[in-house]
């Protein structure tokens, strides 16, 4: 069964905006992750963050985790055309990954 | 890095023949691979996590008849679509996960494109 819930469903913007995507969840987890897809192709994962992190950093990417009110977000700065994609934010209960619905993203130059 | 090897990356068959599905972890030993199946545009679904020289464990809902799961070595998940229909068709992406790091440890396949005709 899904658990994450991922917000907005879609998201369009210009070349240079900063990109932010929300995901809910429902019950406590080991860590969240977020991956990236690209249409018709495999997922990569992008950032992991344990339950016990608030913040974490990669390149332009900063996720945050707020346990207490079960949320993520993704934010994507400088965003670039080579970033449109779908992104999912995934839970890990010790079990296997469960996805988001995901966010597509289109990012015009 | 981990890397999973899926294959085909996509295949047309006909209706009432069956498709094979390879995901191999290239380096690294996976006690357990999942399968996912994906709808355009949509979330992906798991289809039945699979551990080494065991069963799978399939999802409610999922034939298990239907969707073949062969997990005979600690490299390599077989998913065998039998008796595909046109409602069959979808993405079917495999996760294997690396004893070593546990839960940190996802890769993903690049996913097979099934077309049934």
């Known amino acids: 069964s899904q658990q994450g819930e991922e917000d907005p469903q879609a998201l369009s913007i210009q070349e240079g905006e900063n990109a932010t995507m929300n995901c809910s969840y429902k019950?406590?987890?080991?860590?969240l992750q977020w991956y990236r897809q690209n249409s018709g192709r495999g997922l990569v994962h992008l950032i992991l963050?344990?339950?016990?992190?608030r913040e974490k950093h990669s390149g332009r990417l900063r996720v945050t985790l707020d346990t207490s009110k079960k949320s993520s977000s993704l934010l994507i700065t400088a965003s670039r055309a080579a970033d449109t994609a779908s992104y999912f934010c995934?839970?890990?209960?010790?079990?296997?990954?469960?996805f988001g619905k995901g966010t597509r993203l289109s990012v015009i130059a | 890095g981990a890397v999973v090897s899926q294959h085909p990356s996509w295949v047309i068959c006909k209706s009432g023949t069956s498709v094979k599905i390879e995901c191999r972890s290239l380096?690294?030993?996976?006690?357990?691979m999942f399968w996912y199946r994906q709808f355009p545009k949509q979330s992906l679904m798991l289809m039945a996590t699979?551990?080494?020289?065991?069963?799978?464990?399939?999802e409610q809902g999922v034939e298990k008849d239907k969707f073949l799961i062969n997990h005979a070595s600690l490299t390599l998940s077989t998913l065998t679509v039998t008796s595909a229909h046109p409602e069959d068709s979808s993405f079917y992406i495999c996760?294997?996960?690396?004893?070593?790091?546990?839960?940190?440890?996802?890769?993903f396949g690049s996913g097979t494109r099934l077309t049934v005709v």
């Open positions: 996760s294997a996960r690396d004893r070593m790091r546990g839960n940190y440890g996802y890769t």
């Open positions: 019950t406590s987890i080991n860590n």
């Open positions: 963050i344990r339950s016990n992190e």
């Open positions: 995934a839970t890990d209960l010790g079990t296997p990954l469960v």
């Open positions: 380096d690294f030993q996976a006690t357990t």
């Open positions: 699979s551990n080494e020289g065991s069963k799978a464990t399939y």
